[in-house]
C-alpha cells in the first residue's frame, strides 16, 4: 500500500551525498514553512521496501510519482550518468501531467559543479544514452550472482530501448533552460560566499 506523498527525488548517488542533503533539506525546511509540517518524501536509496527486490523497486517507480504531489531533482554534476536516474527523468514526463510541480534543485558544492552539471545536460543528446545502455546488461542477463538484479538491470535496459533515443533526449534536453538557470543561480550563491570568506 502507497502512503502519500509529498515529493518524489531524484538524485544520483553518484553526486555529493553532503550536497544533496543540504539541497533537500533547504526544500523541507521551505515546505514545512508552507504547510507546518515536515515533508513525506521517497528516497530511493533509504526509501524503498528491504523486502522487496530490485526488479520490484523498479516497478514501483511510476506509481511513486504518479501518488507523489512533487517531484524535486536534486542535480549535481553526475545526475546522469545514472541510467535509473535518466529512467526517473523519462518517467516523470510520462507518468505526470505537464503542469504537476516539478523542483529542481543545485545538489553542487563548487561552481565547478554547476558548470559540470549544465554541460552534462547540454551534451546529453550527443552521446550519453549510448554511454548509459552500454553499461546495462544485455540478455542474457549477465554472470553476477544475484539474478532480481540483472533481471532489474534489464528491464532498464529495455525501457530504454522502448522508449527510443529520441524521446529520452527530448525529455532530458527539455530541462536544459531550467537546469542553466538552477546552477547559475547555485554558482552567484557560491561565488558570493566565496568573496564573503
Do not use: K
Not at 7 to 22: C, L, M, N
Not at 33 to 47: K, L, N
Not at 119 to 124: H, L, Q, R, V
Amino acid at each position: 500500500l502507497f502512503v502519500p506523498l509529498d515529493a518524489y527525488v531524484v538524485s544520483s548517488r553518484e553526486d555529493s551525498g553532503e550536497s544533496r542533503a543540504a539541497a533537500l533539506a533547504a526544500w523541507a525546511e521551505a515546505f514545512e514553512a508552507r504547510s507546518g509540517r515536515a515533508p513525506r518524501v521517497h528516497v530511493e536509496d533509504i526509501s524503498a521496501d528491504a523486502t522487496l527486490t530490485p526488479r520490484e523497486r523498479l516497478a514501483h517507480m511510476p506509481v511513486l510519482l504518479a501518488v507523489a504531489e512533487e517531484v524535486v531533482v536534486l542535480a549535481g554534476p553526475h545526475l546522469l550518468g545514472s541510467a535509473r536516474s535518466v529512467l526517473e527523468l523519462c518517467a516523470v514526463a510520462r507518468v505526470r501531467a505537464a503542469d504537476a510541480p516539478l523542483s529542481i534543485l543545485a545538489a553542487c558544492a563548487t561552481p565547478a559543479e554547476c558548470d559540470l552539471a549544465i554541460a552534462a545536460f547540454d551534451t546529453f543528446h550527443v552521446w550519453r544514452v549510448s554511454t548509459l545502455l552500454d553499461t546495462l546488461p544485455t540478455r542474457p542477463y549477465g554472470t553476477g550472482s544475484d539474478p532480481d538484479a540483472r533481471a532489474a538491470q534489464a528491464c532498464v535496459h529495455d525501457a530504454f530501448f522502448l522508449a527510443g533515443e529520441a524521446a529520452i533526449n527530448d525529455t532530458v534536453r527539455g530541462l536544459v533552460d531550467t537546469i542553466r538557470a538552477v546552477m547559475g543561480a547555485r554558482r552567484a550563491e557560491l561565488l558570493a560566499l566565496a568573496q564573503d570568506a
